[in-house]
């Protein structure tokens, strides 16, 4: 792999479990990225300073998942130009509404991407877009992507017309 092109954060290593799909999209698409836990509120200074230093990586887009108060991504946004695609992670207490309310509701001039609820595999795909933009190869891969979905939708959609519903589901 090339330079990191993507990191991919996290508060804790209990978001593991959704922002591993955000590592499999990139991983598809060959893109370069780091992934790590950097808490906001547990180690402010070791954000303070991933978010200074993002630039001098060469990293071009941050994907930083968060639950609960779901800070990170906002605090890394508000530390940084790069482009931040925050991930609210489904916590136990409020199912995810909590992160999600606090990663879009960013003050004006601290823009922060904002994906669903557990949306690591839409902030990797929206990662990919991003650096498409300026790479051919990756768009092409895109768009091929998107035309895979559209054709495995129709083949679905195909079989259950065809075979009835109570079929489809055995």
Known sequence: MSKTEVAIIMGSDSDLRIM???AEILEHFDIS???????????PERMFQYGLDAGKKGIKVIIAGAGGAAHLPGMIASLTSIPVIGVPIKGSSLDGLDSLLSIVQMPPGVPVATVGINGGKNA????CQILGIENNTLFDKIKKYKIDI?????????KIEQVGWKEYES
């Open 124 to 127: 990797a795909l929206l990662a």
């Open 20 to 22: 591993k799909d955000a």
């Open 33 to 43: 990225y780091d992934l790590t836990i950097v808490s906001a509120h547990r180690t």
């Open 150 to 158: 559209k054709n495995q939708i129709i083949s679905k959609a195909n």
